[in-house]
């Protein structure tokens, strides 16, 4: 069974700053990957997703993501953070044609200081 | 993309009582899911509706305690019965893209608090 670690529970930054949040998954092949925020209050939205080919995929809200295979992992990051972006972030990844077998990581948290 | 509304969209509720929580989608979906949010946790998939069909449920949830329906291809509802204080959650309805690649379109959740 596919498993995603996010190793980091709670990320705090100084708008305007970097930001690479880390996603380690688990799966005998090759998986599709997806980042989803979730805004206080709302629902998930999805950010970006990999399934196969270009390994540095771009998302919506300058956010990109990149698939490397030798290290099992899917960072996400910006290069300048909006104190908007303060969220929850999850790393999902999900068996080949299977919605139903969609695996959440454990999130992590997201503080953008002014 | 699917629009998926929800409702409501939070309730506080008494212990021992059951809830139920509509889902309404914007178009036509095989298959709707089911997650739980518990406070500070990650998602939790509870069951697959499926039009026709008796739901899905993962291991862990019961269809006695979470009763689910599918009437149409655009609604589902599913019932938290005799709920505790540790029911107290936000259930998310889903939907998968066309192309079943395991993308999902959440409504905004509905966040209850059982008292």
């Known amino acids: 069974a596919q498993s995603v670690t996010q190793p980091d529970i709670h990320i705090t930054v100084s708008e305007g700053a970097s930001l690479e949040l880390r996603c380690n998954y688990s799966?005998?092949?090759?998986?599709?990957l997806f980042w989803y925020v979730q805004s206080p209050g709302q629902g998930l939205q999805l950010l970006l997703k990999y399934f196969s080919g270009d390994t540095l995929v771009q998302g919506i809200k300058g956010f990109e993501a990149e698939f490397k295979r030798s290290q099992s992992s899917f960072n996400l990051r910006k290069p300048s953070v909006h104190w908007s972006d303060a969220a929850e972030y999850f790393c999902?990844?999900?068996?080949?044609?299977?919605?139903?077998?969609?695996?959440f990581g454990s999130g992590t948290q997201l503080t953008v200081l002014p | 993309s699917a629009v998926i509304s929800q409702k409501p969209s939070r309730d506080i509720c008494q212990r021992g009582t059951s809830l139920t929580i509509q889902c309404q989608v914007d178009?036509?979906?095989?298959?709707m899911f089911w997650y739980r949010q518990q406070p500070g946790q990650s998602l939790t998939l509870i069951a697959t509706a499926n039009q026709g069909s008796e739901a899905t449920y993962e291991s862990g949830f019961v269809i006695d305690k979470f009763p689910i329906s599918r009437p149409n291809l655009t609604f589902s509802t599913l019932t938290v019965s005799n709920m505790s204080p540790e029911d107290s959650s936000i259930y998310l309805c889903?939907?998968?893209?066309?192309?079943?690649?395991?993308?999902?379109?959440f409504g905004e959740g509905s966040r209850l608090t059982v008292l």
């Open positions: 999902a990844v999900a068996r080949t044609g299977s919605a139903r077998q969609l695996t």
């Open positions: 799966y005998g092949a090759t998986p599709y």
């Open positions: 178009s036509q979906v095989t298959m």
């Open positions: 889903s939907v998968g893209d066309r192309a079943n690649t395991g993308e999902l379109f």
